[in-house]
């Protein structure tokens, strides 16, 4: 069993940046692929970001640029370093830990945060 908490969301202007941490417990969050997805209101959970088990990194196209994820062993955490945010960037961002198949569907994952809120404004 995994638990994850989300941290660092929050209201920034656009063209601003936040830096998301996800942190486990648990069990080693070394041994997971973690990704990154977000859900604005009305709209399906769409993959973010992804680092695997051995630290390749995968962006969704809007991200590439400007997001960042990273892990931070000695915390157990994985970050999401995002910059030059836009409106459409505005969502809840939620952290999971992959249990197999694609990185890109959510279905893939087993664990989940309860989710940070972004809101960038115009």
């Known amino acids: 069993q995994v638990q994850l908490v989300e941290s660092g969301g929050g209201l920034v202007q656009a063209g601003g940046s936040l830096r998301l941490s996800c942190a486990a417990s648990g069990r080693t969050f070394s041994s997971y692929a973690v990704g990154w997805f977000r859900q604005a209101p009305e709209k399906e959970r769409e993959f973010v970001a992804v680092?695997?088990?051995?630290?390749?990194?995968y962006y969704t196209d809007s991200g590439k640029g400007r997001f960042t994820i990273s892990r931070d062993n000695a915390k157990n955490a994985v970050d999401l370093q995002m910059n030059s945010l836009k409106p459409e960037d505005t969502a809840v961002y939620y952290c999971?830990?992959?249990?197999?198949?694609?990185?890109?569907?959510?279905?893939?994952?087993?664990?989940w945060g309860q989710g940070t809120q972004v809101t960038v404004s115009s």
């Open positions: 999971a830990a992959h249990r197999g198949g694609s990185y890109y569907r959510p279905i893939n994952y087993e664990y």
């Open positions: 680092i695997s088990r051995n630290d390749n990194t």
